[in-house]
């Protein structure tokens, strides 16, 4: 199996096809499993990167050092690959890697997905938001609002293969992925704006986490970002409507991939 000893972490990866890479990252909800619609669909024009986030499938590392680490192990693990740049996809959490990528490796990036994630674009509107979604969700865990209300009744197979895979993550600390602290009132639209490059934003239309509302202010906080809403899906798109994803993901790739950036 392939493991990757980097950064004080030992990350399960793999590869797949050949061409310009491509590198995903999954949502806290997942793991390298997650992304099983995709790779068939992306693999034949490029070498498609997936992998366990530390503490999350196959992967281990020290979980004390903060969510920040997601980043580094990022930059860290494309190092070990020898890749120099890569068009990114985040799902949620790994719009987290998506900062640190950004802050610390800007020139690694060619173009960037996100999807259910504002990768830290935010202002004062988006903190409102998240709130005002907190309330709505309730005393629920996240994981209860991972997928669309009824897609658990219209597709049972799909939504309990879903949970099978969240099921192969260990415990991870609480609060690892909390949000940053009342008072904190930085964003990350700058640095991804300096990127120059491509950015799509992909959310669902029942998305109780990451809501269209939300992903539209982030949006208009970067020049150029396009914003694509997939009906009938909630926060996990990528997995719930599959065909109309790889769509919009696989035309936005094919449009920017003669782009000079």
């Known amino acids: 199996m392939p493991f990757a000893d980097v950064n004080g972490a030992h990350l399960y990866y793999e590869q797949h096809g050949h ?31 997936i992998y366990d986030a530390r503490g999350w499938g196959r992967s281990a590392g020290e979980m004390g050092v903060g969510r920040f680490v997601l980043g580094t192990d990022l930059i860290a693990l494309l190092d070990h690959l020898g890749v120099e740049r890569a068009n990114i996809v985040a799902q949620s959490m790994g719009g987290r890697a998506v900062a640190g990528l950004a802050r610390l ?37 996240l994981r209860e609002h991972a997928l669309a209300p009824g897609f658990e009744a219209a597709q049972p197979a799909l939504a309990l293969l879903y949970r099978q895979i969240n099921a192969l993550n260990p415990p991870r600390p609480r609060g690892f992925l909390g949000r940053p602290p009342a008072s904190y009132r930085g964003s990350m639209h700058g640095p991804i704006s300096a990127l120059g490059v491509p950015v799509q934003f992909v959310v669902g239309e029942h998305d109780l986490i990451t809501s269209p509302a ?26 719930e409507h599959a065909a109309e994803w790889n769509g919009v993901v696989g035309s936005f790739l094919h449009e920017t991939a003669a782009q000079k950036h």
Request: hydrophobic fraction near 40%; glycine fraction near 14%; aromatic fraction near 8%.
């Open 19 to 49: 061409g310009p890479d491509l590198v995903f990252l999954h949502g806290a909800g997942g793991n390298h499993l997650s992304w099983w619609q995709q790779i068939p669909a992306f693999c034949s024009r490029f070498r498609c990167t």
């Open 105 to 141: 490796a800007p020139a690694r990036v060619r173009s960037l997905v996100l999807c259910g994630t504002t990768a830290g674009a935010t202002n004062d509107r988006v903190r409102e938001l998240q709130d005002e979604l907190k309330e709505t969700r309730g005393d629920g865990g």
């Open 214 to 239: 939300m992903i539209l202010e982030a949006q208009g906080l970067i020049p150029g970002a396009r914003f694509h809403e997939i009906a009938g899906a909630g926060h996990s798109a990528y997995f």
